[in-house]
């Protein structure tokens, strides 16, 4: 079945950075985009960063632009988003998903305090 995990949020300060992973199983992780999340407690979700399914093509939300990155590896069914510069509204629960499951993992903590 179609699963992600996804790890490497945190505790850290305006300014600082993470780098975020999620390992996905159950669907041909090369075949598809794939895209980064994140939910703020009393906010929607939202879209932060694509990424097609070959790598070549990226698109970011114009809150993180030139401040987040995201990246793939398809040997190891991976989806990266480093994350520079952070600041306290980027604090959410982050989440990778690719449009064409229904499902979302357990997401990672991020939280930009001082």
């Known amino acids: 079945q179609v699963q992600f995990v996804e790890s490497g949020g945190g505790l850290v300060q305006p300014g600082g950075s993470l780098r975020l992973s999620c390992a996905a199983s159950?669907?041909?992780?090369?075949?598809?985009?794939m895209n980064w999340y994140r939910q703020a407690p009393g906010k929607e979700r939202e879209l932060v960063a694509s990424i097609s399914n070959t790598g070549l093509r990226t698109n970011y939300a114009d809150s993180v632009k030139g401040r987040f990155t995201i990246s793939r590896d398809n040997a190891k069914n991976t989806v990266y988003l480093q994350m520079n510069s952070l600041k306290p509204d980027d604090t959410a629960v982050y989440y990778c998903?690719?449009?064409?499951?229904?499902?979302w993992g357990q997401g990672t903590q991020v939280t930009v305090s001082s």
């Open positions: 998903k690719t449009y064409s499951y229904d499902t």
């Open positions: 159950g669907f041909t992780f090369s075949n598809y985009a």
